[in-house]
């Protein structure tokens, strides 16, 4: 079955500082990969997303993300976190094969610190 | 351009008691989404409508859920009759075209559903 898993519930890093929020996927085909990001009282908001290509994915805000076959990961990156960056991060994963399902990530909060 | 509109956007109930969302999509989207997100948990796809007609239903509680799109734009999400197990914020979603996974989903801010 399909999954995604985010293994960091919550990260603090200091302003300025760079981050990495960590997701892995299962899934038996090339799966279709994106990042939202929720701020407190919010709609999710899509900051990146991979389809196929290039493995290094540029997205909103900064954000990147590098998708690796071999690891089964997809992890979010920004060189330097700003303190609006601070909300919840869902790494998530469409899949063909089960009905068009989209299935998320348990997320990972993020705590800028000054 | 507006985005995806919910209403209420708080609703506090006691169990057994009915309860209704509304969720109105971006203008031209053919495709719909309502999501159930748990505390501490990601969202989880409940239902998903392309026009009128239902794509994938298979996670929605039957018994107590429904849900419909009837002219193919707002849609109602209804729970009869409530559980504890139901408080979650209960998201709406839409997509430009097509019923694929790869479609960018636009989400509404949701509604934060307590029951006692």
């Known amino acids: 079955a399909q999954s995604v898993t985010q293994p960091d519930i919550h990260i603090t890093v200091s302003e300025g500082a760079s981050l990495e929020l960590r997701c892995n996927y299962s899934?038996?085909?090339?799966?279709?990969l994106f990042w939202y990001v929720q701020s407190p009282g919010q709609g999710l908001q899509l900051l990146l997303k991979?389809?196929?290509?290039?493995?290094l994915v540029q997205g909103i805000k900064g954000f990147e993300a590098e998708f690796k076959r071999s690891q089964s990961s997809f992890n979010l990156r920004k060189p330097s976190v700003h303190w609006s960056d601070a909300a919840e991060y869902f790494c998530a994963v469409g899949a063909l094969l089960t009905g068009n399902q989209f299935y998320f990530g348990t997320g990972t909060s993020l705590t800028v610190i000054p | 351009e507006a985005g995806v509109a919910q209403s209420p956007r708080y609703k506090i109930i006691e169990k057994r008691q009915s309860v209704a969302f509304w969720c109105n999509p971006i203008s031209g989207h053919a495709t719909l989404y309502w999501y159930q997100q748990i505390l501490g948990q990601g969202p989880k796809l409940l239902i998903q409508f392309q026009n009128n007609g239902v794509v994938d239903d298979s996670q929605l509680p039957k018994d107590r859920f429904s849900a419909e799109r009837l002219k193919g734009v707002d849609s109602t999400l209804k729970i009869q009759p409530a559980k504890l197990e139901d408080s979650a914020v209960y998201l709406c979603?839409?997509?430009?075209?097509?019923?694929?996974?790869?479609?960018?989903?636009?989400f509404g801010p949701g509604t934060r559903l307590t029951v006692l």
């Open positions: 991979y389809f196929s290509g290039d493995t």
């Open positions: 899934y038996g085909a090339t799966p279709y």
């Open positions: 979603a839409s997509s430009l075209v097509g019923t694929g996974p790869y479609n960018e989903q636009f």
